[in-house]
C-alpha cells in the first residue's frame, strides 16, 4: 500500500504544475530558461516531498522553492544577461501568487456552482465545452437551433457567474 503522505503529494504536484510553471515564466524573461528553472524546482520539490506539510499551500510552498532557483539564476545569470532588479521580480512573483490564490478561489467555487446546477444543465454545459465541433454542430446533434443553444448556454454561464461572485462574497464577507 503506497504512502498516504506521497500519494498525497503526488496528487497536489501534478495538480500545482501549471501554476508553478506560470509563476516562473512570470519571473523569467527567457522561455528555455523557465523551462530549466521549472525541472530543477521540480526536482527539489521531489527530493524534499517529505518537508511538505500537507495542511498548508502546496502552491505556496512550490514557489518557495521556485523563488530560491530563481534568486540563484539571477545572481549567477546578470553577467550573460539583463534580468529584472530583484525587487520588480519579487513584486512581479508576489502578484502572480496572488492572482493565482484568486483564480484556484474562482475554480473552487465554479465547481460547487457547476454541481449545484440541474442536470440536464450540467450535461449542456459538459458537451458545450468538452464538444469539439462547432455551436451549430453541437446544436444540429441536440435538435436545437444555433441560435437557441447559444441563448441556453448564454443563461447558464450568467447564472454560473453570478453564483460565483455571491460564493466569493459570502467568503470575503465571513
Known amino acids: 500500500m503506497a504512502d498516504p503522505k506521497l500519494q498525497a503529494f503526488s496528487q497536489n504536484f501534478v495538480r500545482a504544475q501549471r501554476q508553478v510553471y506560470g509563476y516562473i515564466v512570470s519571473q523569467t524573461p527567457n522561455r528555455s530558461d523557465a523551462e530549466d528553472l521549472f525541472q530543477k524546482t521540480s526536482l527539489t520539490m521531489w527530493e524534499k516531498w517529505e518537508q511538505y506539510d500537507p495542511e498548508s499551500s502546496f502552491f505556496h510552498w512550490a514557489c518557495a522553492i ?18 529584472l532588479p530583484d525587487d520588480l521580480a519579487d513584486t512581479v512573483g508576489a502578484a502572480h501568487m496572488a492572482a493565482e490564490g484568486q483564480l484556484e478561489a474562482r475554480r473552487d467555487a465554479l465547481q460547487r456552482c457547476l454541481e449545484q446546477l440541474p442536470n440536464n444543465q450540467r450535461q449542456l454545459v459538459h458537451r458545450r465545452y468538452a464538444h469539439e465541433g462547432s455551436l451549430s454542430d453541437l446544436a444540429g446533434e441536440m435538435g436545437l437551433t444555433a441560435n437557441a443553444l447559444y441563448k441556453s448556454i448564454g443563461r447558464i454561464r450568467q447564472a454560473l457567474h453570478d453564483c460565483i461572485n455571491r460564493r466569493l462574497q459570502m467568503e470575503r464577507d465571513s
Open 66 to 83: 521556485a523563488h530560491n532557483h530563481i534568486r540563484n539564476f539571477r545572481r549567477t545569470s546578470r553577467r550573460r544577461h539583463l534580468a
